[in-house]
Protein backbone atom coordinates (compact mmCIF):
# COMPACT_ATOMS: atom_id res chain seq x y z
CA UNK A 1 0.00 0.00 0.00
CA UNK A 2 1.43 3.38 -1.10
CA UNK A 3 1.41 6.38 2.02
CA UNK A 4 -1.75 7.96 0.92
CA UNK A 5 -3.63 4.87 0.53
CA UNK A 6 -2.25 3.85 4.01
CA UNK A 7 -3.48 7.40 5.61
CA UNK A 8 -6.71 6.71 3.79
CA UNK A 9 -7.44 3.72 6.02
CA UNK A 10 -7.23 5.65 9.10
CA UNK A 11 -8.30 8.82 7.85
CA UNK A 12 -12.37 9.45 6.75
CA UNK A 13 -11.89 11.40 3.37
CA UNK A 14 -12.59 14.49 4.68
CA UNK A 15 -9.66 15.26 6.62
CA UNK A 16 -7.49 13.99 4.07
CA UNK A 17 -6.24 16.52 1.12
CA UNK A 18 -3.97 15.42 -1.84
CA UNK A 19 -3.76 16.66 -5.35
CA UNK A 20 -1.98 20.00 -6.24
CA UNK A 21 -5.13 22.55 -6.13
CA UNK A 22 -7.02 21.26 -3.22
CA UNK A 23 -3.10 21.26 -1.30
CA UNK A 24 -2.88 25.05 -2.81
CA UNK A 25 -4.06 26.79 0.27
CA UNK A 26 -1.56 24.86 2.33
CA UNK A 27 1.56 25.89 0.53
CA UNK A 28 2.34 28.71 2.32
CA UNK A 29 2.13 30.76 5.96
CA UNK A 30 2.39 34.51 6.47
CA UNK A 31 5.30 34.65 3.91
CA UNK A 32 4.15 34.03 1.23
CA UNK A 33 7.01 34.83 -0.73
CA UNK A 34 7.92 31.39 -0.10
CA UNK A 35 6.00 28.32 -1.43
CA UNK A 36 5.35 24.93 -1.57
CA UNK A 37 3.13 21.94 -2.15
CA UNK A 38 2.61 19.26 -0.10
CA UNK A 39 2.54 15.85 -0.52
CA UNK A 40 -0.82 15.24 1.39
CA UNK A 41 -2.65 17.59 4.44
CA UNK A 42 -4.48 15.84 6.96
CA UNK A 43 -6.86 17.62 9.52
CA UNK A 44 -7.48 15.48 12.54
CA UNK A 45 -10.25 15.81 14.77
CA UNK A 46 -8.94 13.48 17.68
CA UNK A 47 -5.46 12.65 19.29
CA UNK A 48 -5.87 8.89 18.78
CA UNK A 49 -5.96 10.13 14.37
CA UNK A 50 -2.55 12.26 15.10
CA UNK A 51 -0.57 9.44 17.02
CA UNK A 52 -1.84 7.00 13.61
CA UNK A 53 -0.93 9.61 11.50
CA UNK A 54 2.24 9.50 13.14
CA UNK A 55 2.48 5.96 12.65
CA UNK A 56 2.27 6.01 9.31
CA UNK A 57 4.67 9.09 8.51
CA UNK A 58 7.48 6.98 10.72
CA UNK A 59 6.84 4.09 8.68
CA UNK A 60 7.38 5.71 5.33
CA UNK A 61 9.70 8.32 6.52
CA UNK A 62 7.03 11.17 5.15
CA UNK A 63 8.16 14.74 7.39
CA UNK A 64 5.51 16.41 9.12
CA UNK A 65 4.91 20.11 9.38
CA UNK A 66 2.61 21.06 11.76
CA UNK A 67 0.19 23.49 11.26
CA UNK A 68 -1.75 25.94 13.14
CA UNK A 69 -3.56 28.85 11.31
CA UNK A 70 -0.60 29.49 9.13
CA UNK A 71 -0.22 33.09 9.92
CA UNK A 72 3.57 32.42 10.82
CA UNK A 73 5.92 35.17 9.23
CA UNK A 74 8.63 33.07 9.34
CA UNK A 75 7.76 30.41 7.04
CA UNK A 76 7.79 27.85 9.91
CA UNK A 77 4.41 25.99 8.42
CA UNK A 78 6.11 25.88 4.97
CA UNK A 79 5.61 22.98 3.65
CA UNK A 80 8.72 20.25 2.79
CA UNK A 81 8.62 18.53 -0.67
CA UNK A 82 7.49 15.44 -0.37
CA UNK A 83 5.91 16.32 3.36
CA UNK A 84 2.96 15.94 5.47
CA UNK A 85 1.10 18.90 6.42
CA UNK A 86 -0.37 18.50 9.95
CA UNK A 87 -3.26 20.66 10.27
CA UNK A 88 -4.78 21.25 13.76
CA UNK A 89 -7.36 23.52 13.04
CA UNK A 90 -9.96 21.01 13.95
CA UNK A 91 -8.66 20.86 17.69
CA UNK A 92 -10.46 23.71 18.49
CA UNK A 93 -11.95 23.07 22.08
CA UNK A 94 -11.69 24.89 25.51
CA UNK A 95 -11.62 21.85 27.67
CA UNK A 96 -12.00 23.37 30.85
CA UNK A 97 -11.97 26.82 32.27
CA UNK A 98 -11.43 26.68 36.42
CA UNK A 99 -11.56 31.15 37.26
CA UNK A 100 -10.89 30.01 41.11
CA UNK A 101 -7.69 28.82 40.25
CA UNK A 102 -7.31 31.33 37.04
CA UNK A 103 -6.50 28.74 34.23
CA UNK A 104 -7.73 27.10 31.70
CA UNK A 105 -7.15 23.99 29.62
CA UNK A 106 -7.03 24.49 25.95
CA UNK A 107 -6.96 22.40 22.81
CA UNK A 108 -4.03 23.65 20.01
CA UNK A 109 -6.34 24.92 17.22
CA UNK A 110 -8.01 27.10 19.38
CA UNK A 111 -7.88 31.00 18.25
CA UNK A 112 -5.67 33.33 20.75
CA UNK A 113 -8.65 36.00 20.86
CA UNK A 114 -11.62 33.17 21.14
CA UNK A 115 -10.04 32.10 25.16
CA UNK A 116 -9.78 35.69 26.00
CA UNK A 117 -13.91 35.87 24.72
CA UNK A 118 -15.10 32.62 26.50
CA UNK A 119 -13.48 33.38 29.79
CA UNK A 120 -14.43 37.26 29.70
CA UNK A 121 -17.35 35.57 31.36
CA UNK A 122 -15.41 35.23 34.86
CA UNK A 123 -14.05 38.63 34.63
CA UNK A 124 -10.57 37.16 33.66
CA UNK A 125 -8.48 37.03 30.31
CA UNK A 126 -5.47 35.60 28.41
CA UNK A 127 -2.85 38.38 28.14
CA UNK A 128 -0.12 38.01 25.38
CA UNK A 129 -1.92 39.66 22.31
CA UNK A 130 -0.39 39.37 18.94
CA UNK A 131 -1.87 42.08 16.37
CA UNK A 132 -2.62 38.15 14.44
CA UNK A 133 -5.34 37.20 17.34
CA UNK A 134 -8.20 37.10 15.57
CA UNK A 135 -6.67 34.15 13.69
CA UNK A 136 -3.62 32.80 15.21
CA UNK A 137 -4.07 29.45 17.04
CA UNK A 138 -2.40 28.97 20.45
CA UNK A 139 -0.61 25.89 19.26
CA UNK A 140 1.35 27.83 16.75
CA UNK A 141 1.41 30.93 19.82
CA UNK A 142 3.05 28.55 21.84
CA UNK A 143 5.89 26.96 19.39
CA UNK A 144 6.53 30.47 18.43
CA UNK A 145 6.48 32.22 21.96
CA UNK A 146 4.10 34.86 20.62
CA UNK A 147 4.68 38.58 21.52
CA UNK A 148 2.16 41.31 21.48
CA UNK A 149 1.56 44.91 22.35
CA UNK A 150 0.61 43.73 25.69
CA UNK A 151 3.38 41.19 26.52
CA UNK A 152 5.60 44.82 27.92
CA UNK A 153 3.72 44.37 31.23
CA UNK A 154 2.82 40.83 31.20
CA UNK A 155 5.44 38.80 29.50
CA UNK A 156 5.48 36.55 26.28
CA UNK A 157 3.27 33.24 25.60
CA UNK A 158 6.02 31.56 27.93
CA UNK A 159 5.48 33.50 30.60
CA UNK A 160 1.73 32.79 30.73
CA UNK A 161 1.95 28.86 29.97
CA UNK A 162 1.57 26.55 32.70
CA UNK A 163 1.45 23.03 30.92
CA UNK A 164 2.19 21.78 27.77
CA UNK A 165 1.28 18.52 26.48
CA UNK A 166 3.19 17.10 23.44
CA UNK A 167 3.02 13.90 20.99
CA UNK A 168 6.59 13.61 20.35
CA UNK A 169 8.44 11.78 17.11
CA UNK A 170 7.59 8.29 18.63
CA UNK A 171 3.82 9.57 19.22
CA UNK A 172 4.36 9.37 22.96
CA UNK A 173 2.12 11.90 25.50
CA UNK A 174 4.50 14.35 27.47
CA UNK A 175 3.43 16.81 29.53
CA UNK A 176 5.50 19.67 30.87
CA UNK A 177 4.29 21.55 33.89
CA UNK A 178 5.52 24.66 35.58
CA UNK A 179 5.98 22.79 38.74
CA UNK A 180 8.05 20.07 37.63
CA UNK A 181 11.56 19.90 39.17
CA UNK A 182 14.52 19.92 37.30
CA UNK A 183 15.41 21.76 33.56
CA UNK A 184 12.96 23.64 32.48
CA UNK A 185 11.87 22.16 29.94
CA UNK A 186 8.04 23.45 29.76
CA UNK A 187 10.20 26.99 28.67
CA UNK A 188 12.26 24.68 26.30
CA UNK A 189 8.75 23.77 23.97
CA UNK A 190 8.13 27.24 24.18
CA UNK A 191 9.27 28.71 21.13
CA UNK A 192 10.18 25.08 19.49
CA UNK A 193 9.23 25.73 16.13
CA UNK A 194 7.22 22.42 15.57
CA UNK A 195 10.35 20.47 15.77
CA UNK A 196 10.66 19.07 19.25
CA UNK A 197 6.74 17.27 19.61
CA UNK A 198 3.23 18.08 18.24
CA UNK A 199 1.52 20.18 21.26
CA UNK A 200 -1.70 18.97 22.09
CA UNK A 201 -3.15 20.57 24.98
CA UNK A 202 -1.58 23.57 27.04
CA UNK A 203 -2.85 25.11 30.67
CA UNK A 204 -2.82 28.50 30.22
CA UNK A 205 -2.61 31.80 33.03
CA UNK A 206 -5.44 33.87 32.70
CA UNK A 207 -5.75 37.18 34.16
CA UNK A 208 -8.40 39.92 35.88
CA UNK A 209 -9.79 41.94 33.79
CA UNK A 210 -7.91 45.95 34.47
CA UNK A 211 -10.44 48.07 36.00
CA UNK A 212 -9.45 50.88 33.57
CA UNK A 213 -6.67 51.31 31.00
CA UNK A 214 -5.91 54.56 29.22
CA UNK A 215 -3.52 55.30 25.87
CA UNK A 216 -1.94 58.60 25.55
CA UNK A 217 -0.92 59.22 21.51
CA UNK A 218 2.04 61.31 21.08
CA UNK A 219 3.31 62.80 17.99
CA UNK A 220 6.67 63.86 17.61
CA UNK A 221 8.88 65.90 14.63
CA UNK A 222 11.84 63.76 15.14
CA UNK A 223 12.55 60.21 15.76
CA UNK A 224 15.35 61.12 17.97
CA UNK A 225 12.97 62.58 20.50
CA UNK A 226 10.71 59.61 20.39
CA UNK A 227 13.05 57.38 21.01
CA UNK A 228 14.52 59.05 24.15
CA UNK A 229 10.64 59.36 25.46
CA UNK A 230 10.60 55.83 25.13
CA UNK A 231 13.94 54.79 27.45
CA UNK A 232 13.05 58.46 30.05
CA UNK A 233 9.46 56.25 30.45
CA UNK A 234 11.36 52.97 31.13
CA UNK A 235 13.72 54.29 33.35
CA UNK A 236 11.61 55.54 35.23
CA UNK A 237 10.40 53.23 36.56
CA UNK A 238 6.87 53.17 34.68
CA UNK A 239 5.54 49.79 33.07
CA UNK A 240 3.08 50.72 30.65
CA UNK A 241 0.33 47.81 29.29
CA UNK A 242 2.15 48.81 25.92
CA UNK A 243 4.38 51.21 24.51
CA UNK A 244 4.19 51.19 20.54
CA UNK A 245 6.26 53.04 17.98
CA UNK A 246 5.41 53.89 13.86
CA UNK A 247 7.62 55.76 11.94
CA UNK A 248 6.32 58.25 9.44
CA UNK A 249 5.56 55.87 6.45
CA UNK A 250 3.60 53.75 8.70
CA UNK A 251 1.57 56.84 10.83
CA UNK A 252 0.28 58.03 7.17
CA UNK A 253 -0.59 54.29 5.91
CA UNK A 254 -2.12 53.68 8.74
CA UNK A 255 -4.48 56.38 9.44
CA UNK A 256 -5.35 56.49 5.92
CA UNK A 257 -6.87 52.47 6.43
CA UNK A 258 -8.01 52.98 9.84
CA UNK A 259 -8.58 56.80 10.08
CA UNK A 260 -7.51 56.71 13.78
CA UNK A 261 -6.75 60.30 14.13
CA UNK A 262 -3.33 60.30 14.14
CA UNK A 263 -0.88 63.17 13.09
CA UNK A 264 -0.02 62.51 9.70
CA UNK A 265 2.81 65.51 9.53
CA UNK A 266 4.39 63.72 12.87
CA UNK A 267 7.73 61.71 12.53
CA UNK A 268 7.13 59.33 14.83
CA UNK A 269 4.00 58.22 16.66
CA UNK A 270 3.88 56.11 20.55
CA UNK A 271 1.05 54.77 21.79
CA UNK A 272 1.37 54.11 25.16
CA UNK A 273 -1.31 52.38 27.68
CA UNK A 274 -1.37 52.86 31.51
CA UNK A 275 -3.52 50.42 33.02
CA UNK A 276 -4.61 49.70 37.20
CA UNK A 277 -6.92 50.96 39.09
CA UNK A 278 -8.62 54.79 38.82
CA UNK A 279 -5.42 56.07 41.17
CA UNK A 280 -2.62 54.05 39.61
CA UNK A 281 -4.25 54.92 35.51
CA UNK A 282 -4.37 58.97 36.47
CA UNK A 283 -1.23 58.98 38.13
CA UNK A 284 0.61 57.26 35.32
CA UNK A 285 -0.94 58.73 32.47
CA UNK A 286 0.04 62.16 34.55
CA UNK A 287 4.01 60.64 34.66
CA UNK A 288 4.34 59.92 31.26
CA UNK A 289 2.69 63.17 29.98
CA UNK A 290 5.25 65.10 31.77
CA UNK A 291 7.86 62.67 30.49
CA UNK A 292 6.22 63.19 26.62
CA UNK A 293 6.12 67.08 27.19
CA UNK A 294 9.72 67.56 27.91
CA UNK A 295 10.76 64.79 24.89
CA UNK A 296 8.76 67.88 23.11
CA UNK A 297 6.05 66.04 21.99
CA UNK A 298 4.40 68.06 19.16
CA UNK A 299 1.10 66.09 19.47
CA UNK A 300 -0.53 64.81 23.17
CA UNK A 301 -3.77 63.49 22.97
CA UNK A 302 -5.37 61.20 26.27
CA UNK A 303 -8.25 58.45 25.30
CA UNK A 304 -11.38 59.48 27.35
CA UNK A 305 -13.28 56.68 26.95
CA UNK A 306 -13.28 52.90 26.12
CA UNK A 307 -14.30 53.41 22.30
CA UNK A 308 -11.37 56.69 22.06
CA UNK A 309 -8.61 53.61 23.33
CA UNK A 310 -9.59 51.03 20.92
CA UNK A 311 -9.62 53.32 18.17
CA UNK A 312 -6.44 54.93 18.66
CA UNK A 313 -4.91 50.85 18.95
CA UNK A 314 -7.08 50.02 15.80
CA UNK A 315 -4.31 52.30 13.60
CA UNK A 316 -1.58 50.37 15.39
CA UNK A 317 -3.21 46.64 15.02
CA UNK A 318 -3.92 47.35 11.07
CA UNK A 319 -0.58 48.71 10.60
CA UNK A 320 0.84 45.85 8.45
CA UNK A 321 -2.39 45.32 6.24
CA UNK A 322 -2.49 49.25 5.77
CA UNK A 323 0.91 48.95 4.57
CA UNK A 324 -0.15 45.89 2.45
CA UNK A 325 -2.53 47.93 0.41
CA UNK A 326 0.96 50.41 -0.62
CA UNK A 327 2.40 47.87 -2.32
CA UNK A 328 2.55 44.69 -4.43
CA UNK A 329 4.26 42.71 -1.63
CA UNK A 330 5.84 43.44 1.50
CA UNK A 331 8.58 41.28 3.94
CA UNK A 332 7.93 42.09 7.78
CA UNK A 333 11.46 41.84 9.39
CA UNK A 334 11.81 41.04 13.52
CA UNK A 335 14.72 41.50 14.97
CA UNK A 336 15.42 42.41 18.75
CA UNK A 337 17.52 45.89 19.49
CA UNK A 338 18.74 47.45 22.68
CA UNK A 339 15.90 50.46 23.18
CA UNK A 340 19.14 53.08 22.93
CA UNK A 341 20.12 52.24 20.36
CA UNK A 342 16.65 52.98 18.02
CA UNK A 343 17.58 55.95 16.69
CA UNK A 344 20.75 54.90 15.25
CA UNK A 345 19.14 51.68 14.06
CA UNK A 346 16.25 53.46 12.68
CA UNK A 347 19.18 55.95 10.80
CA UNK A 348 20.98 53.08 9.18
CA UNK A 349 17.40 51.15 8.14
CA UNK A 350 16.68 54.89 6.14
CA UNK A 351 20.16 54.69 4.83
CA UNK A 352 19.80 50.69 3.65
CA UNK A 353 16.38 51.52 2.02
CA UNK A 354 18.21 54.36 0.39
CA UNK A 355 20.64 52.10 -0.78
CA UNK A 356 18.36 48.91 -1.72
CA UNK A 357 15.62 51.47 -3.58
CA UNK A 358 12.97 49.83 -1.65
CA UNK A 359 10.79 52.15 0.68
CA UNK A 360 10.26 50.83 4.44
CA UNK A 361 7.61 51.37 7.22
CA UNK A 362 8.65 50.90 10.63
CA UNK A 363 6.29 49.84 13.60
CA UNK A 364 7.72 48.62 16.15
CA UNK A 365 7.05 47.45 20.00
CA UNK A 366 9.30 50.18 21.31
CA UNK A 367 9.37 49.21 24.85
CA UNK A 368 10.34 45.76 24.12
CA UNK A 369 13.16 46.91 21.68
CA UNK A 370 11.28 44.70 19.07
CA UNK A 371 11.42 46.36 15.51
CA UNK A 372 9.06 45.39 12.92
CA UNK A 373 10.50 47.26 10.09
CA UNK A 374 7.80 46.08 6.62
CA UNK A 375 10.07 46.54 3.24
CA UNK A 376 7.96 46.95 0.10
CA UNK A 377 8.22 45.15 -3.04
CA UNK A 378 7.48 43.92 -6.15
CA UNK A 379 8.18 40.45 -6.75
CA UNK A 380 6.94 40.59 -10.38
CA UNK A 381 9.29 43.16 -10.93
CA UNK A 382 12.18 40.73 -9.62
CA UNK A 383 12.38 42.47 -6.13
CA UNK A 384 12.61 39.63 -3.97
CA UNK A 385 15.94 39.17 -3.88
CA UNK A 386 17.11 42.82 -2.72
CA UNK A 387 14.16 42.40 0.03
CA UNK A 388 15.88 39.78 0.91
CA UNK A 389 19.39 41.12 0.98
CA UNK A 390 17.56 44.45 2.83
CA UNK A 391 16.42 42.31 5.44
CA UNK A 392 19.61 40.16 6.28
CA UNK A 393 21.49 43.80 6.60
CA UNK A 394 18.47 44.93 9.19
CA UNK A 395 18.89 41.57 11.54
CA UNK A 396 22.85 42.04 10.65
CA UNK A 397 22.52 45.26 11.98
CA UNK A 398 20.24 44.37 15.26
CA UNK A 399 23.13 41.50 16.08
CA UNK A 400 25.73 44.47 15.88
CA UNK A 401 24.08 46.36 18.26
CA UNK A 402 23.98 43.96 20.61
CA UNK A 403 20.24 42.85 19.99
CA UNK A 404 18.94 39.40 18.27
CA UNK A 405 17.57 38.40 15.14
CA UNK A 406 14.13 37.47 16.32
CA UNK A 407 11.77 39.12 18.76
CA UNK A 408 8.61 36.99 18.22
CA UNK A 409 7.98 35.22 14.86
CA UNK A 410 10.33 32.81 15.50
CA UNK A 411 12.76 31.72 12.80
CA UNK A 412 11.71 29.35 10.53
CA UNK A 413 13.03 28.75 7.22
CA UNK A 414 13.38 32.87 7.18
CA UNK A 415 16.46 33.40 9.80
CA UNK A 416 18.51 30.19 9.29
CA UNK A 417 21.51 32.64 7.96
CA UNK A 418 21.01 34.63 10.54
CA UNK A 419 21.40 32.08 13.17
CA UNK A 420 24.76 31.20 11.49
CA UNK A 421 25.81 34.57 12.67
CA UNK A 422 24.13 35.10 15.66
CA UNK A 423 25.30 31.62 17.48
CA UNK A 424 28.78 29.85 17.43
CA UNK A 425 29.38 26.24 16.26
CA UNK A 426 29.08 25.03 19.79
CA UNK A 427 25.94 26.82 20.46
CA UNK A 428 23.73 25.51 17.12
CA UNK A 429 25.53 22.17 17.93
CA UNK A 430 23.56 22.19 21.31
CA UNK A 431 20.52 23.24 19.70
CA UNK A 432 21.00 19.93 17.20
CA UNK A 433 21.72 17.65 19.97
CA UNK A 434 18.69 18.98 21.92
CA UNK A 435 16.40 18.10 18.50
CA UNK A 436 18.07 14.63 18.71
CA UNK A 437 16.70 13.71 21.94
CA UNK A 438 13.23 14.46 20.81
CA UNK A 439 12.98 13.41 17.19
CA UNK A 440 16.01 11.90 16.24
CA UNK A 441 14.49 10.72 12.93
CA UNK A 442 13.97 13.95 12.03
CA UNK A 443 10.64 13.43 11.62
CA UNK A 444 9.07 16.79 12.56
CA UNK A 445 9.76 20.02 10.67
CA UNK A 446 13.26 19.03 9.85
CA UNK A 447 15.35 21.92 8.10
CA UNK A 448 13.34 24.53 10.44
CA UNK A 449 14.82 27.05 12.77
CA UNK A 450 18.38 25.53 13.07
CA UNK A 451 20.98 25.64 10.81
CA UNK A 452 23.38 23.29 9.49
CA UNK A 453 27.03 23.65 9.88
CA UNK A 454 27.29 23.49 6.14
CA UNK A 455 24.56 25.39 5.51
CA UNK A 456 26.14 28.45 7.84
CA UNK A 457 29.23 27.54 5.45
CA UNK A 458 28.10 27.77 2.30
CA UNK A 459 25.82 31.02 3.45
CA UNK A 460 29.23 32.78 4.37
CA UNK A 461 27.06 33.95 7.31
CA UNK A 462 29.18 33.22 10.50
CA UNK A 463 29.52 34.01 13.73
CA UNK A 464 32.80 35.10 14.15
CA UNK A 465 34.64 35.15 17.60
CA UNK A 466 37.73 36.98 18.31
CA UNK A 467 38.24 37.80 14.45
CA UNK A 468 38.97 33.79 13.67
CA UNK A 469 37.23 31.92 10.76
CA UNK A 470 34.05 29.76 12.02
CA UNK A 471 33.84 25.75 11.09
CA UNK A 472 37.35 25.80 9.71
CA UNK A 473 36.65 22.47 9.27
CA UNK A 474 33.98 22.33 7.12
CA UNK A 475 34.92 22.39 3.40
CA UNK A 476 33.51 26.21 1.47
CA UNK A 477 31.96 25.48 -1.83
C1 LIG B 1 -0.97 40.47 10.38
C2 LIG B 1 -0.10 39.65 11.31
C3 LIG B 1 0.24 40.18 12.54
C4 LIG B 1 1.06 39.44 13.41
N1 LIG B 1 1.36 39.97 14.62
C5 LIG B 1 2.11 39.27 15.49
C6 LIG B 1 2.42 39.80 16.76
O1 LIG B 1 2.00 40.90 17.14
N2 LIG B 1 3.19 39.06 17.58
C7 LIG B 1 3.67 37.82 17.20
O2 LIG B 1 4.36 37.19 18.00
N3 LIG B 1 3.39 37.30 16.01
C8 LIG B 1 2.62 37.98 15.14
N4 LIG B 1 2.33 37.44 13.91
C9 LIG B 1 2.89 36.12 13.54
C10 LIG B 1 1.98 34.90 13.83
O3 LIG B 1 0.62 35.28 13.88
C11 LIG B 1 2.38 34.19 15.12
O4 LIG B 1 3.68 33.63 14.97
C12 LIG B 1 1.41 33.07 15.55
O5 LIG B 1 1.77 32.57 16.80
C13 LIG B 1 1.37 31.91 14.58
O6 LIG B 1 0.27 31.08 14.93
P1 LIG B 1 -0.37 30.10 13.86
O7 LIG B 1 -1.43 29.32 14.53
O8 LIG B 1 -0.77 30.83 12.66
O9 LIG B 1 0.89 29.15 13.57
P2 LIG B 1 1.44 28.61 12.19
O10 LIG B 1 1.85 29.73 11.31
O11 LIG B 1 0.50 27.63 11.62
O12 LIG B 1 2.73 27.85 12.69
C14 LIG B 1 3.81 28.55 13.27
C15 LIG B 1 4.88 27.55 13.74
O13 LIG B 1 4.37 26.81 14.84
C16 LIG B 1 4.37 25.42 14.57
N5 LIG B 1 3.13 24.90 15.17
C17 LIG B 1 1.87 25.38 15.00
N6 LIG B 1 1.01 24.70 15.76
C18 LIG B 1 1.74 23.77 16.43
C19 LIG B 1 1.42 22.75 17.37
N7 LIG B 1 0.20 22.54 17.81
N8 LIG B 1 2.43 21.95 17.81
C20 LIG B 1 3.70 22.15 17.40
N9 LIG B 1 4.05 23.09 16.52
C21 LIG B 1 3.09 23.89 16.04
C22 LIG B 1 4.44 25.30 13.06
O14 LIG B 1 5.07 24.09 12.66
C23 LIG B 1 5.28 26.52 12.70
O15 LIG B 1 6.64 26.23 12.86
C24 LIG B 1 1.55 38.16 13.02
C25 LIG B 1 1.17 37.63 11.78
C26 LIG B 1 0.37 38.36 10.93
C27 LIG B 1 -0.01 37.75 9.61
Same mark, same amino acid.
Given at each position: ?30 ? +?????? $? ?5 ? !? ?23 ? /?? /? ?109 ? #? ?78 ? $? ?11 ? /? ?9 ? %? ?14 ? +? ?43 ? !? ?33 ? *? ?66 ? $? ?15 ? %?????? #? *???
Amino acid at each position: MTFIQTLSKILPKNLLITGKEDCAPFECDGL +SAYRQK $PLVVVLP !ETIKQIKQILKVCRGFKVPVVTRGA /GT /GLAGGALPLENSLVLGLSKLNQILEIDPLRQIARVQPGVRNLAISEAVAQYGLYYAPDPSSQIACSIGGNVAENSGGVHCLKYGLTVHNVQAITVLNALGETVTFDYRDEG #IDLLALLNGSEGLLGIIIEITLKLRPQVAKAQVIMAGFDQVEMAAKAVSEVLRQGIIPAGMEMMDHFAIKAAEDFAKAGY $PTSAQALILCEID /GDERQVKQGIE %QVLTIFKAAQASVLKV +SQNEAERLNLWKGRKSAFPAVGRLSPDYYCMDGTIPRHQLAFVLA !EIARLSKKYHLAVANVFHAGDGNLHPLILYDANQG *ELEKAEAFGAEILSLSLKVGGTITGEHGVGIEKLGGMCEQFSEAELATFHAIKAVFDKSELLNPGKAI $PTLHRCAELGQMHVHHN %QLPFPH #I *ERF
